[in-house]
C-alpha cells in the first residue's frame, strides 16, 4: 500500500460521456467505498462522439447536491482543446456553471501536431481562468514542452495533473509524467492524482500513478487532493477567480 495519500479523485466519468459505463451514484458508492472523502464529475465536452451537449453537461450537474451517497460530489467538466489557441468546447454560461474544469488534447478534437503547437493549444487553455488543469499532459501523442506547462501553473496557481489511467492506455507516458513530477517537486508547483475512471469500478485507483510518485519521492504537501480541505481550499480560492 502506499505512504502516500488522496482523498478526493478528481477526474471520473459516467454514462453522460458516451463511452463510459458508471452512473454517478455507482461512482458515489464507489468513492464512499473505497475511502474517499469526494469526487471529480468531469464528463466529457460535447465534442466527444455520444457527449452530452453543454447545457445538459453543466445544468444538470448544477442541479445536484453537494453530497451524494456521503461524498463531495465537485460538479466538473472535462473540456476539449479545439485549436492551437486554446479555445474549447465548451463557453460561457456553460462553463461557469462548473466547480473545477480539465482541458484536454484529444484526437477527434485536435489531431496531434508538434511539441510547439501542442503547447499552444494547452497553454493558452490554461490561461482560461475557468480551466484548473490540463489533462494527462504525459501522453505521447501529444509532446509538450513541460518546463513551460509546469510554469505556468505554477505562475497561475493551478495543479498540474497525474493521470492514472495514462500509464496502463496511453502507452508510453511514464517516462514523461516522471519528468513532469520531477518538474514540479523541483519547482514546488502541486499535483492532483487522478483516476481518469469510467466506470466505478475505476473511482480511487490511483496505484500506478502512486508508485511512480513515491519512487520519485514526490512530497504529500503538493498533492492538492491528498488533503480534502486543502482541495476545498483551492475551489474557494478558484471562485474569487472566476467570480462564480
Wanted: aromatic fraction near 6%; include cysteine.
Amino acid at each position: 500500500m502506499s505512504k502516500l495519500k488522496i482523498e478526493l479523485d478528481t477526474h471520473t466519468h459516467t454514462v453522460l460521456s458516451g463511452h463510459a459505463y458508471g452512473t454517478l451514484k455507482e461512482n458515489a458508492q464507489a468513492a464512499r467505498d473505497i475511502g474517499l472523502k469526494g469526487f471529480v464529475c468531469a464528463d466529457h465536452g460535447p465534442e466527444i462522439p455520444g457527449a452530452a451537449p453543454a447545457f445538459t453537461l453543466t445544468a444538470v450537474l448544477d442541479g445536484l447536491p453537494d453530497y451524494i451517497e456521503d461524498v463531495r460530489l465537485v460538479k466538473g467538466a472535462e473540456a476539449n482543446i479545439m485549436d492551437e489557441g486554446g479555445a474549447l468546447d465548451l463557453e460561457m454560461p456553460y462553463i461557469g456553471a462548473a466547480e473545477f474544469v480539465i482541458a484536454s488534447l484529444h484526437t477527434i478534437s485536435f489531431p496531434p501536431k508538434d511539441e510547439q503547437a501542442n503547447t499552444a493549444a494547452v497553454l493558452g487553455a490554461l490561461e482560461n481562468p475557468h480551466v484548473d488543469a490540463v489533462g494527462h499532459p504525459g501522453n505521447p501523442k501529444y509532446p509538450l514542452d513541460y518546463k513551460a506547462l509546469v510554469r505556468m501553473s505554477g505562475e497561475l496557481g493551478k495543479p498540474v495533473e497525474i493521470n492514472n489511467h495514462s500509464f496502463k492506455y496511453r502507452r508510453g507516458s511514464e517516462p514523461n509524467c516522471r519528468r513532469i513530477i520531477r518538474l514540479c517537486r523541483e519547482q514546488g508547483v502541486p499535483i492532483i492524482v487522478s483516476s481518469d475512471a469510467h466506470s466505478s469500478y475505476g473511482v480511487g485507483h490511483f496505484e500506478r500513478a502512486l508508485a511512480v510518485l513515491e519512487d520519485e519521492e514526490f512530497p504529500q504537501e503538493l498533492i492538492l487532493n491528498g488533503d480534502f480541505d486543502r482541495f476545498m481550499d483551492y475551489l474557494a480560492a478558484r471562485r474569487t477567480r472566476t467570480g462564480n
